[in-house]
């Protein structure tokens, strides 16, 4: 039985990779921080899988990390725990740096002491190009990152690469685009949205306060993502990838359909512009290449952007009649 080690396990991105690695017969380990109310809401469905074990410690705990690795031995290691919100990094910019760049560094290190045989999946991201250098976005597109967000995980990355080519180690980044699903937590712009509508249709809120609607994105569904995680580690020689879906929609169209997958026929009506949620510097336009993760590891997405916003919409309606009861 292979074993994983997943930080942010109790994320998005970790929940979901979680179950499927447990579908596909592994054992998995996934490190949570010590905290006096713990938020299992993500995993609840495999929390009590007796190949699950959740291990106590922190990016930011060196000792605790070596500890843990050292204790598991494991094959994979996914590191996808971050200070993952982009607004909240201008609010606290040397946080997100300990733990989403310099977070990083602690798990190779850990890694190259107690498990180098091991093979490291880096969460990179799509901010990483920031003000975009060219169109579409691809391996090699120059990183311009416009958040200290997207700075710490050009410094996630760039370790990463590091760490490959100078102790030969199979340490791979992910350079994933923007990635949602009815896991996502409220304060990203898409559930906010999905939330929002559902809230409306069901007249619990009249309206939904949004940023800059011209701002656009190249959007997929996380389970799709989180197997072209999987597929990077099973390759014979390490490589970094970009996972995108190759369409760009905008926050507006996000909007859009999202009110009409609520039966809301008027989306204008329903929002109101918010100069707080605009950025300080914004990403205009991201949209990436799935070229190699097509011809190399055979990847594609399954799901495209209507129905990612409709299966998202359709959660919050049920999530939102529930609170009702």
């Known amino acids: 039985m292979k074993k994983a080690f997943i930080t942010g396990i109790t994320g998005q991105d970790g929940s979901y990779l979680a179950e499927s690695l447990l579908e596909k017969g592994y054992r998995v380990y996934g490190l949570t921080r010590r905290t006096s109310t713990q938020n299992f809401e993500r995993i609840k469905q495999i929390v009590h899988n007796e190949n699950l074990e959740l291990i106590s410690g922190d990016l930011i705990d060196q000792h605790s990390l070596t500890n843990a ?39 190779l290190d850990a890694m190259k002491l107690v498990c180098p045989q091991a093979r490291f999946y880096q969460a990179s991201s799509s901010e990483m190009f920031g003000k975009v250098q060219e169109v579409p976005q691809v391996e090699t597109t120059p990183f311009y990152p416009r958040s ?34 009815p ?58 990838y970009v996972i995108a879906t190759g369409e760009t929609h905008s926050v507006r169209e996000f909007l859009q359909l999202a009110s009409k997958a ?18 300080p510097a914004e990403v205009d336009l ?16 399954t799901i495209d952007f209507e129905e990612l916003v409709r299966i998202m919409v359709e959660a919050e309606l049920e999530r939102e009649s529930v609170n009702e009861l």
Do not use: C
Request: charged fraction near 25%.
């Open 69 to 107: 690795l050292n204790d598991i031995q494991p094959d994979e290691i996914y590191n996808l725990a971050a200070q993952s919100f982009v607004k909240a990094s201008w609010d606290q910019p040397v946080l997100t740096g300990e733990f989403t760049a310099l977070g990083v560094t602690r798990v």
């Open 148 to 181: 200290p967000y997207g700075v710490a995980k050009v410094y996630g990355h760039w370790i990463t690469v590091n760490y490959r080519e100078s102790f030969d180690m199979f340490a791979v980044s992910g350079i994933l685009f923007n990635h949602e699903s």
């Open 183 to 240: 896991r996502r937590g409220l304060e990203f712009v898409t559930r906010k949205i999905a939330n929002g509508v559902a809230r409306v249709k069901l007249g619990k809120q009249s309206h939904i306060e949004l940023g800059n609607l011209d701002a656009k994105r190249d959007w997929g569904y996380a389970k799709d993502y989180v197997e072209a995680m999987w597929l990077m580690l099973q390759q014979d020689t390490p490589e970094d």
């Open 262 to 279: 609520a039966g809301i026929d008027d989306w204008e009506g329903i929002w109101k512009h918010n100069p707080e949620y605009d950025r």
């Open 286 to 301: 991201l949209i990436g290449s799935p070229e190699k993760a097509r011809t190399k590891l055979g990847w594609k997405p």
